[in-house]
Each structure stands twice: as C-alpha cells, then as structure tokens.
C-alpha cells in the first residue's frame, strides 16, 4: 500500500484544514457580536473592534500558515497542496468528499459524517450541533441508523457486493462505506473506510481512512482485506442520484425511504422494478402491496399477499396484513378472523398483530373476544410508540361503546388522551370526553 500524497504535503494540508476551521469560527463568532451591538448600543464599541480582531486574525493566520508550511516542507521546494489522484479514462474519482472531520467521533460516526458533508456541504453547521446522534450502537445499527440519515435526505442499505459494482457506483459520484480487516482471524483489525476513486489500468483503488487525505491501494489488497470482513458495503445517497442501475435491493431500500416519508407512488415504482428483478422474494410483494394498502388500493393490493403468503406461507406479516385488508375492504370476514389468528400463533407478542385480530372479531360481532384481545395488545404495546397505542386504545373504545360498557370506554379513551392530548376522537366517542374537554381538530 502507497500513499499519495507525501507525509510532509499531509502535514501542510492537515494544518491548513486546521487553522481554517478556526478562522470560520472566529468570523462566526464576531459576526454574532455585530448582530448584538446592533440591537444594544453599549455594545457598539465591541462592534467597532470586530473590524481590528478580524484583520488581525487573518494577517495572524497566513502568516503561521505560511512559516508552519514552510517548516513541514523539505528545505529548497516548493509549497505545494496536497495532491489529489489523477486517474485515467477508464478510472474516477470523486472530489467532493471531505477527509477531515470531528475528531471527537468514533470511527463510524467519522465516516457517516464525511459520506453526509458530500451530498450536503453546506449543512456542516447543522451536523456539529447533532454530532452526538451519530453515537448508538453498531452491532444492531438497522432502522436507527436508516431513520437519521433520512433525516438528512439521504436513504441507506447495507449489503455485500463485487468489485465490479463497487466501480459502477463510484464512477456515479457515489462514496461507498466498506470495511477491511486486515487480518482474518482478528476481528479488532477491522475497520472502516470510504472508496472515493479507482483506476484499471493498473488496477487500483483510493480509499480515505480516519481523517487521512486518499490513500492508493493494489486491487488484490483491497480485495483480500474486504473479503475478510465479508465484502459489506453501505451505500449512502439522496433519492436523486443516478448514474447506475440499481440493485433489487437498493430499489427496496429506497422504497421504504420514500414509504417513510408518505410518498407512496414512488415506493410503488421501487417495490415494483425490485420485484421485476427478483419475482422469488415475498417481501418484494408485500412491500408493494403496502405501498397500494396505504393509498387504499385494495384491489391492487390483496393479490400481491396472496403472492406472497404462495411463496411463504408462515409469513406473519402478510397475513396480518392482508387479514387487515379484508376487514376494512368489507370482504370475507371469516378468513379475515383465521389469517389474523394464524399471523397472532406466529409472533403471540405482538400488539399490531393482536390489534388486527380484535378489529376484525369486533367486526365480525364477537366483542367479548375481541375485548380481550385488544386488551392484552395494549400490555404488549407498553413499549410500542405513541401512535400504535393510541390506535389499540381507540379500537377498545369502539368495542366498549357498542357493548354499553361506558366507564371503561371513558377510562380507555382518558388513557388514550393522556399519551397524546391532541388526539383525533371520533365524534360517536366525545360523550366518553370529561366535561368541558373540547375534541381537537
């Protein structure tokens, strides 16, 4: 392994990075004083020194610049940057992706942090003051990770891949997110890196490390240490992106970024070129059928679970969620009752599940039955988010009014309030409201 550029151009660079990080702040910080002598007079007097200490600071600055650069440099050369790689025509690289970040965050969260400043460079100020939500655990990263990045507008997947895919989303100005081990029998050699370029002729690649500029690596080398760590990768992008053909599983995890967000159509076109790519994965079918259920495209949706529960029939989820479809679709409320049962035998601890099944017995006109079971699915959902209990709650509401039982509808619709005070109640149940609680609109 080589580096490029040279320790001493390293030097000069890491310093430059170093010394301009404190000029933006300084300058930040005498543009908040302006701000303030302008809304306080006595303050005014400050204001007129902003001027002084900025021009001294930046007369301060080249000049340590220009005597630190000259000590790191070779005595008799020339100053020069830090040099970026020159690939050939069958080569890339990308320019935009930064190599030096916080230092106070571990080595994942250097990584996501450089990967987000790429697609979103003038957001830096914004991601300091939430660096710290890049630290959770690693080991178990699925959905925390995906929902913080959708934060920023960029979707996730973590998947394994070749080097040849490797290079097609590179040459797309795509940073991808890999991990090398070095040594394959000592899992503590594993680490994290970005590719940011390669070449085939010679075959190399440049990869950026811990707050290292670009490093160049043989391809056998690169292909020896990822393999060890098992060819992970973890793709990080904007919906917008394009410039490679995506993956079945890229369109699924893009889907489920645009199923986040509400826009259901888009999810539908992804779920719907993912299933053409790989017509044998049931959660392909079922992800498009949500993406139909959520717009209330039930006939679009029922065959799409049929589909699924064909290729796996002990799938919980579509079941359940096909049990769902039928009873608000007014169709067959006895097979609605058995596909929920069968779904609630396969994950007995789930409330969203123990839900369905009491909707649709309360339905179906069982409501002692189906009393029971949305009360054990608000045990189960003590840990669940707001929204899921507060749904439960109200479908035990339903049952109470239409059995007459009126205290535990208004202590089960209290309860329900309690979670969230701006909850919808539907008009029928505002006579479980306390007097001169007005329903929110």
């Excluded at 151009?9 to 990080?21: P, Y």
């Excluded at 702040?25 to 908040?32: A, P, S």
């Excluded at 309860?415 to 505002?430: F, H, I, K, T």
Aim: proline share 6%.
């Amino acid at each position: 392994m080589t580096k490029d550029p040279s320790t001493n151009q390293v030097l000069s660079t890491k310093l430059e990075h170093s010394l301009r990080f404190r000029v933006v702040l300084f300058q930040r910080l005498m543009c908040l004083v302006s701000h303030l002598g302008k809304l306080y007079p006595p303050l005014r007097r400050a204001c007129f020194l902003t001027f002084v200490l900025r021009a001294s600071f930046v007369f301060g600055y080249l000049g340590v610049l220009f005597i630190s650069v000259g000590c790191a440099a070779p005595r008799g050369s020339a100053l020069q940057p830090v040099s970026m790689p020159a690939p050939s025509e069958t080569g890339h690289f990308i320019h935009s992706v930064p190599w030096t970040t916080a230092p106070q965050l571990d080595a994942y969260g250097q990584v996501l942090e450089r990967i987000t400043a790429r697609w979103q460079p003038q957001s830096r100020r914004f991601q300091w003051r939430r660096q710290s939500e890049w630290d959770f655990d690693w080991r178990n990263p699925d959905g925390q990770l995906e929902a913080l990045l959708r934060e920023r507008g960029l979707w996730s997947v973590w998947a394994t891949g070749t080097e040849a895919k490797l290079r097609e989303r590179v040459r797309a100005d795509v940073p991808v997110w890999i991990f090398l081990q070095e040594n394959p029998f000592n899992r503590a050699t594993l680490r994290p890196a970005i590719v940011v370029g390669f070449d085939t002729d010679p075959d190399i690649w440049w990869i950026t490390g811990l707050d290292e500029p670009p490093e160049e690596w043989a391809g056998s080398e690169l292909s020896s240490q990822w393999s060890s760590a098992g060819r992970h990768w973890v793709l990080i992008a904007p919906p917008e992106a394009e410039g490679w053909e995506l993956s079945a599983t890229e369109r699924h995890a893009r889907g489920r970024y645009w199923m986040a967000l509400g826009q259901y159509a888009e999810a539908a076109d992804d779920f719907g070129v993912a299933l053409t790519l790989e017509p044998d994965q049931p959660l392909h079918y079922i992800e498009l059928a949500d993406s139909h259920l959520r717009r209330q495209q039930f006939a679009a949706a029922e065959p799409l679970y049929r589909a699924a529960l064909t290729l796996a029939a002990d799938n919980a989820r579509a079941l359940n969620n096909l049990a769902y479809l039928l009873v608000h679709a007014e169709g067959d409320l006895e097979e609605a009752v058995r596909l929920a049962r069968r779904a609630v035998s396969l994950a007995p601890d789930n409330p969203r599940l123990l839900d369905t099944l009491g909707v649709a017995l309360h339905r179906r006109g069982d409501d002692r039955e189906a009393a029971r079971m949305l009360q054990r699915a608000r045990t189960r959902a003590l840990d669940a988010d707001v929204d899921t209990q507060t749904t439960i709650a109200l479908h035990l509401v339903a049952v109470y009014h239409d059995t007459g039982e009126e205290h535990l509808a208004r202590q089960t619709l209290a309860d329900a309030l309690a979670l969230n005070p701006r909850l919808s109640v539907p008009g029928e149940y505002s006579q479980y409201l306390r007097p001169g609680r007005v329903v929110p609109r």
